[in-house]
């Protein structure tokens, strides 16, 4: 499939010249430098609204003008961003009610970003009509090309107004019934019964904050407030410039907003991505991060997504903001393109004097020029880039989905139960992820409420929530010749919190699965049991479920405790389909063994013909094949048969070695 916004990868990044204005020998510099650096696209506006509205209806957009004008003139595009992530002092001293209050109830002060209430209405007006006058102004510039809404939404606000808008919104959730409340968030237990909406508030640590129903409606209300809030953005962009396409950065796996649910709501799903290379985890970061990309793609059916923040050099928030060796930045780029980015975007261009983010890398550093590593490294990517402009538009075609499910993060991260202490629903999802993208086998990333069944097999690890009818649409998944591997602690809970009751799994997966789930048994850090499956014994930590198999075939039993000789692994055949019970955690290589005999059971290939050593990933996209060494040396391999370089322009076969760092992309 193909789904094409710009004729080639978009290179680029947030350009800030409202920071320059006063010396404008450097705006001019700029633009020399970008050529040189083989940029594309300059994305404008993030933080401008001080500077386009100084007073209140006071506007001044000659400097955006000139900037715009300038940029197309050399043949760069424009992202045209909306500046509500960070109003103007004006706007909070006048109308103090855009300032956001946390838990305190103590309404912040004007300061840093996203410090602005999202219920608001006032707040809500002042941004649309900010939006209205930027897309009249600019609706037929011939270098804008998309509309960037915001930056980086998250948080939350608990003033009185988002207390109200909190109960409005449990009243349509709850079919205005309190008696339906009280008994989903099963409100007599500590004689938590509710009389009236009023007596509802947000969870507080000096308030409610152990009713987990509560906990998971405030983050879907939460949610559900920025996704509001960005459709009020938009309604001015919509209107008037209906064929610039619109989107937002979303924040990597960031908890605070279901993704899942906001991509339907973006013309394309945009995101930034800031790797943690500085710690060393160079093969698994690439997992971690590989696991990231393929769930912003799949967040529209495989649309190709915008890389819209990465940084060239290196960050200013971690604890330690270490350089990353030469190479590294420019390998996650064309690991992102590989599994279906059509944008390199930058955060940012220049260096700023001052502020937080002063020492954040830039491609141009405070020196000025461009006689330093980042911008060398930066021109040659965006030489290579344009060298791949076949790519885009290209979508990735899985047969494999890891359901990694936003709703179910929340349940998991809240409940009080078994090990309170090692829990990472992330961290399970992309370890199962993990065998697959070592072999070259593109994985789909989806919600629970996606569709199974274009997939041979669906891998959905510690899958403890389960929102209404999941549970049927896997056991009609399987019934029709899907292969459903589950894990420990599935269907436990409904979506209110409530826990299924007649045994688990839930309802009539033990059925499916063959199985009965008696008890959990939570290990503490140090103490392990073991697994025997397929003439090896794994190690068993942190937590695993007690089993019965009814039909299922058992696979592996405990070896030790009192449970010991129960079984730990089962293949159960349910329909034309098969499902697959794992009772335990293994955090060694037990995912990584039964995955490729899964791989082999179900007759998966990789993606090409490639096949390369441990730390060198290949991913095929459209007819490209990426391939990309994250090892910590040197690695060659040999072709299966001749290909043609894109990036050098010439054919190749036989013997190939990559540098650390190193990238080739063939066809």
């Not at 020998?25 to 040189?36: F, N, Q, T, Y």
């Not at 550093?365 to 980042?374: A, K, L, P, Q």
């Not at 937590?543 to 129960?566: M, P, Q, S, W």
Request: hydrophobic fraction near 35%.
């Amino acid at each position: 499939m193909e789904k094409k916004l710009f004729d080639g990868i978009i290179h680029g990044g947030d350009y800030n010249p409202e920071q320059w204005l006063g010396t404008p020998e450097v705006l001019d510099e700029d633009i020399r430098l970008m050529k040189a650096a083989h940029v594309n696209c300059a994305t404008l506006g993030v933080f401008s609204w001080a500077v386009l509205e100084p007073e209140e209806g006071v506007y001044n957009f000659g400097w955006l003008d000139e900037i715009m004008n300038r940029l197309h003139a050399n043949g760069i595009d424009v992202v045209l961003a909306t500046p509500s992530a960070a109003r103007p002092h004006w706007l909070a001293e006048k109308y103090p009610e855009v300032l956001r209050t946390p838990e305190s109830g103590i309404r912040n002060e004007f300061g840093v970003r996203r410090n602005h209430c999202l219920t608001s209405p006032v707040y809500r007006e002042k941004v649309r009509e900010i939006n209205r006058r930027l897309a009249e102004r600019y609706k037929n510039h011939p270098a804008l090309k998309m509309w960037h809404v915001s930056n980086e939404y998250r948080g939350e606000c608990h003033c009185e107004l988002c207390q109200q808008a909190f109960r409005e919104w449990l009243k349509e959730y709850y079919h205005d019934s309190l008696d339906e409340l009280n008994f989903k968030w099963w409100n007599d237990f500590w004689s938590h019964r509710v009389t009236d909406w009023s007596q509802i508030n947000s969870p507080k640590s000096r308030g409610e904050y152990h009713t987990h129903g509560l906990q998971l409606c405030w983050n879907r209300f939460v949610s559900d407030s920025h996704i509001s809030f960005f459709e009020n953005e938009i309604i001015p962009l919509r209107e008037i410039t209906p064929d610039i396409p619109v989107t937002t950065n979303l924040m990597n796996m960031h908890p605070c907003i279901d993704y899942q649910k906001f991509a339907k709501h973006l013309d394309l799903v945009s995101w930034d991505s800031y790797p943690h290379w500085d710690k060393g985890f160079n093969e698994s970061e690439a997992a971690k991060t590989a696991f990231a990309h393929d769930a912003f793609r799949s967040m529209k059916d495989g649309q190709p997504f915008f890389m819209m923040e990465c940084t060239p050099s290196l960050v200013n928030w971690h604890g330690v903001n270490k350089l990353p060796r030469s190479g590294r930045n420019a390998l996650a780029a064309i690991q992102a393109v590989a599994h279906g980015a059509d944008s390199v975007q930058y955060f940012q261009w220049r260096k700023s004097r001052g502020g937080y983010e002063k020492f954040q890398g830039a491609v141009v550093d405070h020196c000025g020029h461009e006689n330093t590593r980042v911008f060398r490294e930066v021109s040659q990517l965006g030489k290579h880039l344009e060298n791949l402009s076949e790519v885009t538009g290209k979508y990735c075609d899985a047969r494999i989905a890891v359901v990694y499910d936003w709703e179910n993060n929340w349940a998991v991260k809240d409940f009080a139960g078994y090990n309170n202490e090692n829990r990472n629903y992330l961290d399970e999802c992309v370890k199962w992820y993990t065998p697959f993208f070592e072999k070259g086998i593109s994985v789909d990333v989806i919600s629970m409420d996606s569709d199974f069944s274009k997939y041979d097999l669906v891998i959905a690890p510690f899958l403890y929530m389960l929102k209404d009818g999941t549970d049927e649409r896997i056991e009609e998944y399987v019934k029709n010749r899907g292969n459903f591997v589950a894990t420990y602690l599935t269907g436990v809970v409904d979506k209110d919190d409530l826990c299924f009751l007649g045994g688990l799994p839930a309802n009539n997966l033990k059925n499916v699965f063959g199985i009965w789930a008696e008890e959990t048994d939570s290990l503490p850090e140090g103490i392990t049991n073991s697994a025997a499956c397929f003439g090896k014994e794994y190690e068993v930590s942190h937590v695993c479920d007690i089993i019965h198999a009814r039909d299922a075939e058992i696979l592996g039993e405990y070896k030790k405790d009192f449970y010991a000789d129960t079984p730990a692994l089962t293949k159960n055949r349910f329909g034309k389909g098969t499902a697959y019970y794992v009772a335990f955690r293994n955090d060694k290589d037990f995912a990584r063994d039964f995955c490729e005999r899964l791989i082999e059971e179900i007759k998966l290939k990789p993606d090409c013909g490639v096949s390369t050593p441990d730390g060198v990933y290949v991913r095929k996209r459209g007819e490209c094949i990426f391939i990309t060494n994250f090892a910590d040396e040197e690695k060659a391999f040999t072709l299966d048969r001749e290909y043609f370089d894109l990036i050098n322009g010439e054919p190749v076969s036989g013997k190939i070695t990559l540098p650390v760092c190193g990238y080739r992309v063939i066809k």
